[in-house]
């Protein structure tokens, strides 16, 4: 039997993947959109993670907000997490922004991450 995680992230890239399994504390499924993604790959997204909790978080820049107002349209239940205009991308965002923005949706991240002295 697979254990399914409750809760999912969405992202645009494997970058963002993997830096925010870096920081996360808790199961969590990541799932890249890879920059773009159809209404019918949406539509199959819906369905599968119907009944758990789902996060977006994706660039601060116009192919991320297209894709978040995809989002918005088809899945309104969906949770929208967004990093700062400044660092534009998740990859990119330092660890504690991460953090923070991840731990303001009650997100466990690794606490080693959090402060801003990081390097």
């Known amino acids: ?17 993997r830096k925010i399994k870096t920081v ?21 997204l819906v369905d599968e993670l119907l009944g758990r909790d789902v996060y977006i978080l994706v660039d601060a820049d116009d192919s991320g907000e297209k894709l978040r107002k995809l989002f918005k349209q088809e899945f309104p239940e969906a949770k929208h997490l967004y ?14 922004h991460l953090c923070s923005v991840l731990l303001s949706a009650n997100l466990d991240v690794h606490s080693k991450y959090v402060e801003k002295d990081e390097k």
């Open 24 to 44: 996360i504390k808790e199961p969590v499924e990541i799932i890249c959109t890879n920059g773009t993604i159809g209404l019918t790959k949406i539509d199959e």
């Open 1 to 17: 039997m697979d254990l399914v995680e409750e809760k999912v992230i969405i992202v645009e890239g494997t970058t963002d993947k």
């Open 83 to 96: 990093i700062d205009r400044m660092y534009k991308e998740v990859a990119t965002a330092p660890y504690w």
